[in-house]
């Protein structure tokens, strides 16, 4: 079998190419693949470390502001539509793939859109519960489109194959349970609340949080593990600003980076997060509770969008950024964390959500479509 996998810009849309491809190199002996994405892009390096094959192309997004530097850089996204077009149709031609599974970013655009004009079957995975600009540009050309889950069919028209195969999960995330991972960590019997912003950090929930440490540090009720990100270098200073010295909180674990996610997610009681879909994804099938503070900054609202499909299945409670503050998320931590049938409640509704078996369908489809 010879792929192509084309998508970027963010990890939302790479690191489910790669799980898919992980899992085709497990099922299928030697595949062809090759990783279409942006040039000096994020997916460049991740897909390079990953051991898969890269071909880039020059392009980029357009901007949303109404402005001279904006203007001008979607004149030359324009150029760059063009050009990665025909980049796209030699790419095609030389490595003659039998399909193209998109999953996401506008690099996926020009490589799919080629595709389907070369005659090469495509597919689609939307990992949001909304779908994004690209998806919907293509979801009439795709053999199938492959949803995240059930609340995105009604963006779907009847002339779209659509099917529900959920996000693919990390299989670290999937095997630690939650005992063995209090242990690991050596924690104690008090409830866990594990917190993050992403990787770089996100200010107005890092200001939230250090609120919630001090209020915590009272009593030391609860134990919190919390990553501030690469641009969170002040947090720390301003905690014990705050009268917080992490060396008389043994409950405190706080970092920049959380490099063992898995056992740290398998440990938590509550999670305090943005909501990405492989996020959510995560917290589905490890049917955790949740307070979601969804990003403004990500195109369409996606973080929103998908935040709702769990708010209102009563798997998960909502904190919008403009509403933030460390008043209103400790009220809110609190009020979870003292109810435990509330906390229960959120932790069964989120684990009916969860499709533990996504990479088994999306096999299943590029199979059927391949053959």
């Keep these: 079998m010879r792929i ?21 190199k497990e099922k299928i002996k030697d595949p062809e693949i090759l990783y279409v994405g942006a040039v ?3 997916e460049e390096t991740l897909v390079k470390q990953a051991g898969i094959n890269f071909c880039g192309i020059k ?3 357009f901007s949303r ?8 850089k979607n004149v030359i996204t324009l150029k760059r539509i063009l050009t990665a077009s025909y980049e796209s149709k030699k790419i095609i031609k030389t490595f003659k793939p039998d ?14 859109r080629k595709a389907a004009q070369m005659g090469v079957p495509i597919i689609i995975h939307e990992q949001n519960a909304f779908p994004g600009i690209t998806t919907k540009m293509l979801v009439h050309r795709a053999k199938f489109v492959m949803l995240a889950m059930e609340q995105a069919k009604k963006f779907f028209d009847g002339r779209c194959n659509v ?18 991972a209090r242990t690991k960590l050596k924690l104690d019997d008090r409830p866990v609340i594990l917190s993050f912003g992403g990787s770089l950090g996100a200010r107005k929930i890092n200001e939230a949080i250090i609120d919630l440490l001090a209020d915590t540090a009272k009593d030391d009720k609860f134990q919190h593990i919390h990553a501030y990100g690469k641009y969170g270098q002040w947090f720390l200073p301003t905690l014990e600003e705050k009268g917080v010295k992490l060396a008389e909180h043994k409950n405190l674990d706080i970092r920049e980076y959380i490099n063992n996610m898995p056992v740290c997610l398998a440990a938590a009681d509550l999670v305090i997060c943005r909501a990405g879909a492989i996020t959510l994804s995560e917290l589905q099938v490890k049917g955790k509770a949740s307070i979601l503070i969804p990003s403004p900054n990500v195109a369409e609202n996606h973080q929103y969008h998908n935040a709702m499909a769990l ?5 998960a409670s909502i904190i919008e950024e403009s509403d933030l503050t460390g008043e209103v998320l400790i009220k809110k931590t609190k009020n979870l964390l003292s109810q435990p049938e509330l906390l229960k409640k959120h932790q069964e509704n989120i684990k009916k959500m969860a499709i533990c078996d996504a990479n088994e369908r999306i096999f299943s ?3 059927k479509v391949v053959n």
């Design 99 to 112: 399909i193209c599974v998109g999953t996401g970013g506008y690099v996926s655009g020009p490589i799919l």
């Design 163 to 180: 099917v529900v195969t959920g996000n693919p999960v990390r299989k670290e995330i999937m095997s630690i349970g939650y005992k063995e």
């Design 40 to 42: 000096n892009g994020m």
């Design 365 to 367: 489809i590029i199979q």
């Design 65 to 72: 502001k109404i402005n001279f530097v904006s203007l001008k």
């Design 4 to 24: 192509i996998f084309a998508g970027g810009g963010t990890a939302g849309h790479i690191n489910p190419a790669l799980a898919i491809a992980g899992y085709l």
């Design 59 to 61: 392009i980029s997004g």
């Design 311 to 315: 708010v209102n299945n009563e798997a």
